[in-house]
């Protein structure tokens, strides 16, 4: 990540809120978030020579992180098949990066993410919520798992 920021310019995404309590990071922008999505695929051999996303090596990685987890694997190798397809769809067409690789991820966040077992989901009432919220409004990318949610 590092490495991209560096070739694009970019500045690293923030990290925590400052402790003295001045609020959150300013989220990056789309831009910055796409182009940095393209280059650490393309780093990692997920796009193929004209910036086009590559199934078949993406589906190789995402087998070698979640193939053997029997929960877990049937359930991100579906979202991946799934979003490989719909992702390029949902490039902007003003976009500076068009790989789909931002998109991409993002689908296979919310796929997985909306598709978690029910006996290993949370029903914390801020879980429910985002759930909700998820499955409402297609664009929004889900949390990070929250500890005690």
Not at 44 to 71: C, H, R, V, Y
């Amino acid at each position: 990540m590092e490495e991209c920021s560096q070739e694009l310019g970019l500045p690293l995404p923030p990290g925590p809120p400052p402790a003295d309590g001045a609020g959150p990071p300013k989220p990056p922008s789309p831009t910055h978030r796409a182009c940095m999505e393209q280059c650490i695929f393309n780093k990692q051999g997920l796009l193929t020579s004209d910036m086009q996303l590559n199934p078949e090596a993406i589906m190789k990685k995402e087998t070698e992180n979640f193939g053997s987890d029997a929960i877990w694997g049937p359930i991100v190798q579906a979202a991946v098949q799934s979003c490989i397809e719909t992702a390029p769809s949902m490039v902007p067409a003003d976009g500076q990066c068009k790989s789909g690789a931002s998109e991409l991820r993002r689908c296979i966040m919310r796929t997985v993410y909306l598709n978690c077992p029910s006996n290993l989901m949370s029903q914390s009432d801020s879980c429910n919520a985002e759930r909700a919220l998820l499955e409402q409004c297609p664009n929004l990318h889900p949390h990070p798992p929250r500890p005690g949610n």
